[in-house]
């Protein structure tokens, strides 16, 4: 598709740097974690992510007006991307439902850092992996105190972004626009509803939570999604995962600003030392083709 027939939205993102694009996909999804957290009383944490990813399709589905008809190889992208999207979100806030959002999403990113350090054999790479065991260590030990079912739950959710990252670069690259990115939103949603239906019930259908829902989806699913994938056609994996370093940082902040949840000093030590980890594997690692 040329770039003249891209519909507005795409050419509105199309005008920002995709540094930026990413910085502000993480600012936009760390707050919104913030504010799902706050529904969980109501909906609980999987009544929270359906209406996250239903109201999410919806928008997308509207701004994209995606076509259905794909190729297999394609089809199957979309479907392994919404899949993988709706086991990502259902494991993290779960999570995020016994332990705080910055030693979530800190735990949680060890997803990427396997990504940046797969199949390496240097000693270097070696020496990153340490420092972020090391920080996890301090996360769950004897002075973090957290719930062992939400750190379960939080490393699941670090292997599906770890899957996350791997397939967006592939729909990025199979897709026009933001049109593989709604149909998979659609395929979460389905995969997300049965889990949302039994854990919240007709509480999903209360106005003011359907209200909540949309907000959470805009911050947390439609504009960090967008952004990514955008940015993702413009930068290669290796920047795009540097910049992904500051999510833990963020998530820190966001819980402590939005949430009240105060980290002990050595959480916030651990919170650094995954960070960089991450930055130094990523930096470390081969240059992208």
Request: proline share 5%; hydrophobic share 60%.
């Amino acid at each position: 598709m040329a770039h003249a027939d891209r519909l507005p939205a795409a050419r509105l993102l199309g005008g920002v740097p995709p540094t930026a694009l990413v910085l502000l996909g993480i600012v936009s999804v760390q707050v919104g974690a913030a504010f799902a957290k706050q529904l969980f009383a109501v909906a609980g944490s999987a009544g929270t992510v359906t209406l996250r990813l239903v109201m999410a399709a919806l928008i997308l589905v509207a701004i994209w007006r995606p076509q259905v008809r794909l190729d297999r190889r394609t089809l199957v992208t979309v479907v392994v991307y919404g899949t993988v999207l709706a086991a990502m979100n259902l494991f993290f806030y779960a999570a995020l439902a016994r332990i705080p959002l910055g030693a979530a999403v800190t735990i949680e990113f060890l997803g990427p850092l396997a990504v940046a350090v797969a199949g390496s054999r240097r000693w270097i790479d070696g020496l990153w992996v340490l420092l972020a065991g090391t920080g996890v260590l301090l996360l769950t030990g004897f002075q973090g105190g957290l719930l062992w079912t939400g750190v379960l739950f939080a490393l699941a959710a670090g292997a599906c972004w770890a899957g996350y990252i791997l397939v967006t670069a592939k729909l990025g690259s199979q897709t026009s626009d933001g049109q593989g990115l709604a149909l998979a939103m659609v395929v979460g949603a389905v995969i997300a509803l049965p889990f949302g239906i039994t854990s919240a019930g007709t509480a999903m259908l209360d106005p003011l939570v359907l209200a909540a829902g949309f907000a959470v989806a805009l911050m947390s699913s439609v504009i960090p999604y967008s952004l990514e994938l955008e940015a993702l056609r413009r930068m290669p994996p290796r920047v795009f995962g540097i910049l992904m370093s500051m999510e833990p940082v963020v998530a820190a902040l966001a819980g402590l600003l939005l949430l009240g949840e105060e980290l002990k000093p050595a959480q916030w030590v651990a919170v650094c030392c995954v960070v960089i980890a991450s930055v130094g594997a990523t930096r470390s690692a081969k240059p992208d083709a």
